[in-house]
Structures are given as C-alpha cells and as structure tokens.
C-alpha cells in the first residue's frame, strides 16, 4: 500500500474513510463485546436464546446505523475530517459508505468468535483476519498501475470481500465445534424462553465496557480527526505507525489477554482465585518481557524498520523520517496499554465494568488535553505521544484499583532483576544495531 499510495492525499483519503469501520472493528474485536458478553454467557441458564437474543439485538442497530451512513456519508465523513474542505470530503465520502458495511461482516466474526473462545477455540479468529490482508494485497496487485482513485475504490471493495471470508471461515468453525445446533435451538426457542433479565444485565456491562477497553482506539480516532488540520500526509503517517504498533500489541497483548480472560472469569466464578492468581503472574511476566523488548526495538529501531517495511515507490525517505518519529511516540504507550489491559481483566471478570469505563474515560480526557497542547509543536508525533500518556494514565489508575498488593508480590520475585538486566542487554544491543543499519542504508 506504501509502496502504490505512499503519504498522499489519496492515501489520506482512503484512511478516513476506513477509520469510522475500523474504530468499531477495533472495539468489538479487541474485547468490549466479549469480555460483556462471557460472563453473562457463563451465567445463563439459556444460553442457546440468549445469545441469540443478543445477536438480533446488535444486528438490527447495525444494519440500522450502516444504512444511515449510506444515506448521509458526507455529514458523517465531516465529523471524522473537521479541516478538509469540500473536494476532500466529496472524494471520501462514497468511501465511507462501501467501507462502513465492512463493520456488519466483522460483529458477525465476534460473535461467532466469542462462542468459539467458550469453547476455548481460539486459532479461527486469530487466523481468519489473515483473509482480509489477502483480499487487500491482491487487490494492490492487480491496480498496481491504475489511477489513485481507482485503486482506493477497488481496496475499498476488497475489504467486504475479506469480510466475507471472515464470517464463512468462522460458520465452518462453529460447525466443527458442535455450535450450529446452539444458534438453531436459540432461533426456534427465542419466544418460548424468557431471558429480559440476562439481557439486561449484559446491557449494564457492554456499554461500560465499550468505554473501558476502546480508549486506544477513541484516543486514535481523534488523533485522525485532529491530523487533518496538520500537513498533507500526517493521517497517513499515523495510520503507518500505527500499524507497526499494533503488531506487537496484537500478538501479544492481546492475544495473551484474549487466552488469558475465559479461564479467569470461568476461576472467579467457581471462586478460584489461587488459580486465577497462577494464571495472572504468568501472563505478567510474559507480556512484560515480550512487549518490553518490542518497545525497545520499535525505538531503537524505528526508522530501519520503516525503511524496510515502507520505503519504496510513492513513499519516500522523507516519509521515512516522519513516519519513524510518530513510531517512537507510539512505542512508548505499548507496555502501559498492554498492562492495562491485562489488569483491567479482573475489573471485568469481577463485573465491575462501570469502574473500567471511569478509568478509561479519565485517559480519554488527559489524551485528549495533551493532543492539543503537542499536535502544534510535534504535528503528527505529538498526536502519538499525548496517546501513549493516557495509556500510561490508564495503567496507573487501573492498577490502583485492582490494588497495588498484587504489582507488589510480582515484583517481589528475582523474574524483576532477571527483566531488568535483560531489558539493559538488549537495549545495547538494539543500539548498536540501528548505528550500523542506519550507516549501511543511508
């Protein structure tokens, strides 16, 4: 995608118009939905109705909301580019409209994810996002040399095609894992069986949970919004960053919380907390270690990294730089984003949701604050800077709620000398190692 759009205005315009899919795709994905939706699962005595009930429930408002989207896309693409002015607007808007429908195809991916983590399957939802990158590079390959125009309508369009995949990768799954007949009964049964209660309990925690685990993405939803008065290129220098963020953060923040979190709620539940605890240090340590040593790589070698994986055709060693520097912003928020969101599992699986949404919602307000105050000085790496300070302001309160005790008795143990002269070795040598790229390349 560098490589064919570079930073430009088009690469812009295709960013914005994916960001309004994209955020609720990062929302539901990266555990709003399920970590509401689990414990009241686990709960129901009607699990099959309920979690249809539910499903009917989110499909209508959704549906409901795209169809809005179709019908008014430029007030809509309006609210995400304050700064743009009409020609803009009039080039992202019908963008908008095809890339919102995407957000359909994915709830029905969470859904149906969500059941196969009860089940503890967790290899179709990891794997299957792989379909839409496909659907994306092929798409790249076969406009390489068409107009700029065409090619974000044509990866526009690839993304439904990806989305698509997505869903009937995961009917194949449920299909395996014995789960069809759940969703049959829940649709033959959903009259017959009254569930309002369990339906409205789960109510009471989604939309908390909304706000509790989407501060990343809301902080760099804004983030786009406020780019678009900056310089030409500064939305696609955050997307790019961005996306090497996500990388280390997927893979191993989430992954480990998305493991982690059944078998924490399914403890507390039994009221198991030893075990629970177990579960907790190990995953600490892990995530500590793994997303210590990617912010050490992501800082210290930012701009090779972006030099090999983006420098080439439309994007330039200008870009290179610019991109680099929004990275290293960006880094600095991995290891308190990752932390929150393994702490912020007991707040959930505890069912204290409206606690997690204050926290978030202060994180929210700081980033917010510090944007303003650093997009003028820093431009583009200042908007990724003022993130990575809510996510640091997250972790601190999130952690004082759970209680400091528990930081304390993990830290209490020689794996902290252990990560600390580990962190110190590699950070030399991760400097040594930018010295000599940068010599080689430049």
């Known amino acids: 995608m560098t490589s064919v ?8 315009v295709f960013f914005m118009a994916f960001k309004f899919p994209n955020l609720f795709r990062r929302i539901f994905a990266e555990g709003s939905f399920t970590q509401s939706f689990m414990p009241s699962y ?6 099959s109705v309920f979690a249809v009930a539910i499903f009917i429930r989110f499909m209508i408002v959704i549906i409901g909301f795209s169809f809005i989207i179709t019908l008014f896309p430029a007030f809509f693409t309006k609210m995400l580019a304050w700064d743009w002015n009409a020609d803009l607007i009039s080039k992202t808007a019908p963008l908008t409209t095809i890339n919102f429908w995407y957000l359909d195809l994915i709830f029905i991916v969470t859904f149906l994810g969500t059941l196969l983590q009860h089940k503890e399957h967790f290899f179709t939802t990891a794997f299957s996002t792989v379909w839409l990158n496909i659907a994306m590079i092929i798409t790249l ?6 107009d700029p125009k065409t090619i974000v309508y044509a990866l526009s369009f690839s993304i439904l095609a990806g989305g698509a995949l997505q869903v009937i990768t995961h009917l194949y799954a449920i299909r395996q894992q014995g789960l069809m007949k759940l969703l049959v009964g829940g649709w033959k049964y959903r009259h017959s069986k009254d569930v309002k209660a369990e339906e409205s309990k789960f109510s009471s925690l989604f939309f908390p949970s909304v706000l509790g685990n989407s501060t990343a993405q809301i902080a760099s939803f804004i983030d786009t919004s406020l780019a678009s008065f900056l310089a030409a290129g500064s939305v696609s220098y955050l997307f790019y960053a961005n996306r090497i963020f996500q990388l280390p953060f997927a893979i191993i923040a989430l992954a480990i919380t998305t493991a982690l979190f059944p078998s924490i709620a399914k403890a507390i539940k039994n009221e198991n907390h030893t075990l629970a605890y177990k579960n907790f240090h190990k995953s600490f340590w892990l995530l500590s270690v793994l997303l210590g040593l990617s912010v050490l790589g992501g800082m210290l070698l930012a701009e090779p990294i972006v030099w090999l994986l983006f420098e080439r055709g439309a994007f330039t060693i200008q870009d290179t730089h610019k991109t680099a520097d929004v990275l290293m912003m960006y880094m600095i928020g991995l290891v308190p984003f990752g932390l929150a969101k393994l702490f912020s599992l007991y707040l959930y699986a505890m069912h204290k949701h409206i606690k997690a949404a204050k926290i978030a919602a202060a994180s929210l307000v700081i980033n917010i604050i510090f944007s303003l105050i650093l997009m003028k000085p820093l431009g583009a790496a200042g908007l990724a800077l003022a993130g990575s300070i809510g996510g640091a302001v997250q972790m601190i309160l999130t952690m004082r709620e759970v209680g400091w005790n528990v930081l304390f008795e993990i830290l209490k143990t020689k794996n902290t000398l252990y990560f600390t002269i580990a962190m110190v070795l590699f950070g030399v040598l991760f400097y040594i190692l930018n010295q000599f790229i940068i010599n080689l390349i430049r």
């Open 42 to 47: 686990i709960a129901s005595r009607q699990k």
């Open 141 to 146: 390959m076969l406009f390489t040399h068409s």
């Open 5 to 12: 759009l570079g930073a430009s205005v088009w690469s812009d």
